[in-house]
């Protein structure tokens, strides 16, 4: 075991991995942060190894070049901590109180999923991605601020608004820290395949536990079940295990491991559940009988197998959270779709999340304004105006206005003209809900401004 932490947590490893979290599993309890009650860390420097490098290149250039891209991640983390704050002190008081509604919450719940799975892609989007420990560091780092921001932005907000908002940002950290585990665990295992001696020796060592019928395997340790019932579960498990031992030795991937692990929890845990309370059950059954499977692998080794005990261990722990992972994230995607209906249900029939371009409209390139008429039963004009200094603005030519119909609001009666803005040069499309005399100012992602107004067409005398 400490041969394999000096190959694989010291200075002079080819791929290291963080000492910290070598050979231990990962605490799932609720993350706190360091210590209790207190703000962390700042963007922590690395003076010993910035000097070290300055000793070997030129010191004058890595000692400017240090400082030039230490300011950049702070400027990095700060726009980001300005953005988000500024967005939620700027709401009005009257804007908070639509926010806090239940329907509103649940709308907004939608975006903040699709906004934590972007910045996640973004920042591990696979945790087989060969990343440094100094990255992985990071990124925790990273998604633990972002959330103690959000909770400092949202003081004094409804408590529905803050409930809503921290359940789904602590998600997007948990999920974080759980990829940036196996990440780590990644590494080490890499090290352990490519070490041929080592992978024949846990690999002899396991069949003589699993063959000798040395594994105590004893149904006092397992919930009250029928003996039949027991001896079937535990055989499905005892099968997951045999086919990845079956794979030692014969290939230094570790993609190969994990896919065979998912096909076999696809087989006997996600395709057999027919709803999420089933799903739950089979999950919580499987991962007790996992987790006893091989803690009982781990006792024999122990006890008549301690020269592969610690490569046992690695693939052990690594086994284990990859199990937690795909379970837990496929509990978030339930939940998520959950979300999902419920959003659709509020929906009137003939509406959906995503609705189709109608009556498309092409405004003329050389105007700043534009009008259309609306394709609705009652007439109403839609004005288009650019918000800028240009009288030509670059760009506006592929800008397009959509009206798509209108809708009635049953409480007051009154109309709503549904339109959607789209710039076809960035494939950026905003859709939004007007009533007759209102306007709106919609930017996009290029920066362009446009105040969108809708009005009544006079009557023709």
Known sequence: MYEI???????????????????????????????VGSPLSEFRRCPFWEQELAKKYSYKMMAFL?????????????????????????????????MSLPDVCQLFKYYDVQLYKGIEDILLHDFLEDVSIQYLKSVRLFSKKFKLWLLNALEGFPALVQISKLKEVTVFVKRLRRKT???????????????????????????????????????????????SSVDLEMHTEMKCLSSLIALLGTSTDLSVFLNCLYSNLQTFVLQPSRNKEEFVQLAASFQLRWNFLLTAVSKAMTLCHRESFGSWHLFHLLLLEFVTHILQSRIEEEEEDDDVGNLKEMLPDDQSL????QAPFHPPDSSPTREYDSPSVDPHRVTLKHMGQSRYPVGVSSVVLRVLGFLVDTDTGNKLIQVL??????????????????????????????????SDVPPKL
């Open 66 to 98: 240090a400082d030039d891209y230490y300011n950049y991640c702070q400027d990095i983390l700060q726009n980001v901590e300005d953005l988000l704050t500024s967005f939620w002190k700027s709401l009005q008081q009257d804007t908070v109180m639509l």
């Open 5 to 35: 932490y000096v190959e694989t947590c010291g200075q002079n490893a080819q791929n290291q991995v963080n000492p910290a979290t070598f050979g231990k599993c990962e605490n799932h309890s609720p993350i706190k942060t360091d210590p």
């Open 354 to 357: 995503v609705q189709p371009d």
């Open 181 to 227: 585990y196996l990440s780590n665990m990644a590494k080490t295992m890499r090290m352990l395949l490519e070490n041929n001696r080592r992978v024949h020796i846990l690999k002899s060592d396991l069949h003589a536990i699993i063959d000798q019928g040395t594994l105590d395997l004893s149904k006092k340790a397992l919930p009250s079940t029928p003996s």
């Open 421 to 454: 803005l789209e710039d076809k040069a960035t494939e950026n499309t905003v859709k939004l809900s007007l009533p007759v005399g209102q306007e709106a100012l919609v930017t996009l992602k290029d920066g362009q401004k446009f105040v969108i107004h809708i």
